[in-house]
């Protein structure tokens, strides 16, 4: 398993196979797990997704930007989504992965972005929620993460539990809004927890200090029903009302859970990514568990496209040829 995990991460980081999908639109499956290309397509999916009782949470998608001209083009498609949903009045927030507007270019030029886009939401009245990245960004994306929470009260940020750092956080960040998450990047055993148990466990550890030890609101996104439920029980067991806490999940995966939740009562959220730089999402979401690429597995199996010859066609059939030898271990 860990290798085939490390072929879609590999898959996920090559800027060739990345540029080559952009000019495809959304093929090989990604329009299950991505809500669109523009912000008038991804729009129709939250409502879509409004009205089955359910939040969304957006994310522009977007992979290596490395100069300003990119990153101000990023940084204005996150602001031209913000501006739509609030003259639809449809019941969405924001999620800002911080590279993607500057962080590896200039961290001031990335802060004045990220503030241009919180003045905008709280316009709106929206919530931001900044996204952690690989381990690489964590002491930036934290500092900047730090510094806006003393300008605004409509931000929170992400705990990745395979990290060691994270129950440090968990209580410096005990009254704040956070998304609790297992981590889907590569991370060296110096810094992470490497089996999928140790950091299971840690991910339940973590939104149990949430809900209990402060006052801040907790966002579980997993697709676990195991863990699902084992918080659940928590829950019940702590007299938690329902309004601080909610379920997380992406876009296309576990459709009927979602469902099931809302129907017992409890509060969901669907992370929605949208935009033309699907790949490397993608690839990132068949890395995290087995149960994500049977998912979506079905879909590519259908499309006649995927036997073409393209770039990105090529990047996926590997992942699953890989897929394929795995399961006949």
Sequence with gaps: MPLLRDVFIALSENKVMNEASKKMGLKFGANKVVGGITVDETIERIKDINSQGMSVSFDNLGEFVTNKTDATKEKDLILKMIQAIGEEGVDASASVKLSQIGLNIDYDFCLDNVREIMDAAKANDMFVNIDMENHAAYDDTIRIVDQLMEEYDNIGTVLQSYLYSAKDDVYKYKDNRIRFVKGAYKESPQV??????????????????????????????????????????????????????????????????????????????????????????????????????????????????????????????????????????
């Design 192 to 329: 992470a927890l490497q089996s999928k148990e140790d950091i299971d466990k840690a991910l339940e550890l973590l939104i149990r200090l949430h809900l209990t030890k402060g006052e801040g609101f907790t966002s579980i996104a997993t697709h676990d029903h195991n863990i699902i439920e084992n918080m659940i029980d928590f829950i019940k067991e702590n007299d938690i009302p329902n309004d601080r806490f909610e379920f997380q999940m992406l876009f296309g995966f576990r459709k009927e859970l979602q469902r099931e939740l809302v129907e017992r009562g409890y509060n969901v959220c669907v992370y929605i990514p949208f935009g033309t730089d699907w790949y490397a999402y993608f690839m990132r979401r068949l890395a995290e568990r087995p149960q994500n690429i049977n998912l979506v597995v079905k879909s590519l199996s259908k499309d006649h496209t995927f036997k073409t010859a393209s770039a990105a066609a090529g990047a996926v059939a590997i992942g699953f040829a890989a897929l394929k030898i795995f399961k006949r271990k």
